[in-house]
């Protein structure tokens, strides 16, 4: 499918002004829905319900805002911990997001990628994510790499055992070949990890590709995060100055003092 003809879902790109440098790729850990739930009185899986719906939203506003990658973090392989309630209640979640969303997504001009290990999940579940991404594999306005049973360590340890499966030599192990080996190869780094919630840790996500992204936290509870936070976020990082180890630009000439 082409990028081309879709109408724009929401009619406010011509109102907003965008900032200047917009990040090709954004990827979100999208915390706090337990809490959203807990503070209103609802059951935890209200606020993965209202998180699912939320996601909609943002996914939306990427398109607006021209982002070409998205990464959402929905299930780590730290998650099985959690009361088997939860995860049941989480895994049912996945299910009927794809059921009544694909066709959206789809008509969007969404491409859905799965990172992480499919193989723990009900033979089901795994056959209905393996459906949509060919559903939607065409498709090419926006990638969304949906991390479910995803743990960064999990993936180097992944791409490692491969790596030694294909006879790759030590010498030919390179930063590159690395990440031609993770779930995400072939997608460009993240330019900003967003996490919401007010926790202040990466918690396993894209250890790897985060290597040099710009973190930004947000004390909003992740079914509270709209497209105008979404904004200020991107505003944040356009202002921040990225110097991958190197100075800033305008101070490689500065005179040298005299010692
Ligand atoms: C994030 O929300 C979603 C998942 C981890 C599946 P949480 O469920 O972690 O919400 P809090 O952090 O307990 O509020
Ligand atoms: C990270 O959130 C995982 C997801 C958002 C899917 P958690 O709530 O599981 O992480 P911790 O426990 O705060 O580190
Ligand atoms: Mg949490």
Redesign the pocket.
Same mark, same amino acid.
């Given at each position: 499918m082409s990028s081309t003809n879709h109408p724009l879902p929401m009619n406010q790109s011509e109102k907003t002004e965008l900032p200047e440098r917009i990040p090709q790729h954004v990827a979100i850990?999208?915390?706090g829905n337990g809490r959203w739930a807990i503070s209103r009185g609802l059951p935890r899986l209200a606020g993965h319900r209202a998180g699912t719906e939320n996601l909609r939203r943002i996914i939306e506003a990427c398109i607006e805002f021209k982002i070409r990658y998205l990464t959402i973090?929905? &299930?780590?392989t *730290?998650?099985w911990g959690r009361p088997q309630e939860e995860v049941q209640g989480l895994m049912r979640i996945l299910e009927d997001v794809i059921d009544r969303e694909i066709q959206e997504l789809h008509d969007q001009g969404v491409k859905l990628r799965h990172i992480g290990r499919l193989d723990r999940l009900d033979p089901r579940l795994q056959e209905k994510v393996l459906q949509a991404i060919e559903f939607t594999k065409d498709n090419n306005r926006l990638t969304l790499n949906v991390?479910f049973n995803y743990g960064g360590r999990d993936e180097i340890v992944c791409a490692i055992q491969h790596m030694l499966e294909d006879g790759v030599e030590a010498e030919d192990v390179s930063d590159e070949l690395v990440s031609q080996y993770l779930f995400t190869a072939g997608v460009p780094d993240p330019d900003i990890i967003i996490r919401t919630s007010g *926790?202040l840790?990466g918690?396993n &996500?894209l250890i790897w590709q985060g290597a040099y992204c710009e973190w930004i936290f947000t004390p909003t509870y992740w079914p509270d995060f709209d497209r105008t936070e979404l904004l200020s976020a991107l505003e944040e990082f356009s202002q921040r100055e990225r110097r991958y180890g190197k100075i800033a630009e305008n101070q490689g000439d500065l005179p040298q003092h005299a010692s």
């Amino acid at each position: 499918m082409s990028s081309t003809n879709h109408p724009l879902p929401m009619n406010q790109s011509e109102k907003t002004e965008l900032p200047e440098r917009i990040p090709q790729h954004v990827a979100i850990i999208m915390d706090g829905n337990g809490r959203w739930a807990i503070s209103r009185g609802l059951p935890r899986l209200a606020g993965h319900r209202a998180g699912t719906e939320n996601l909609r939203r943002i996914i939306e506003a990427c398109i607006e805002f021209k982002i070409r990658y998205l990464t959402i973090y929905a &299930f780590s392989t *730290e998650n099985w911990g959690r009361p088997q309630e939860e995860v049941q209640g989480l895994m049912r979640i996945l299910e009927d997001v794809i059921d009544r969303e694909i066709q959206e997504l789809h008509d969007q001009g969404v491409k859905l990628r799965h990172i992480g290990r499919l193989d723990r999940l009900d033979p089901r579940l795994q056959e209905k994510v393996l459906q949509a991404i060919e559903f939607t594999k065409d498709n090419n306005r926006l990638t969304l790499n949906v991390a479910f049973n995803y743990g960064g360590r999990d993936e180097i340890v992944c791409a490692i055992q491969h790596m030694l499966e294909d006879g790759v030599e030590a010498e030919d192990v390179s930063d590159e070949l690395v990440s031609q080996y993770l779930f995400t190869a072939g997608v460009p780094d993240p330019d900003i990890i967003i996490r919401t919630s007010g *926790e202040l840790r990466g918690s396993n &996500f894209l250890i790897w590709q985060g290597a040099y992204c710009e973190w930004i936290f947000t004390p909003t509870y992740w079914p509270d995060f709209d497209r105008t936070e979404l904004l200020s976020a991107l505003e944040e990082f356009s202002q921040r100055e990225r110097r991958y180890g190197k100075i800033a630009e305008n101070q490689g000439d500065l005179p040298q003092h005299a010692s």
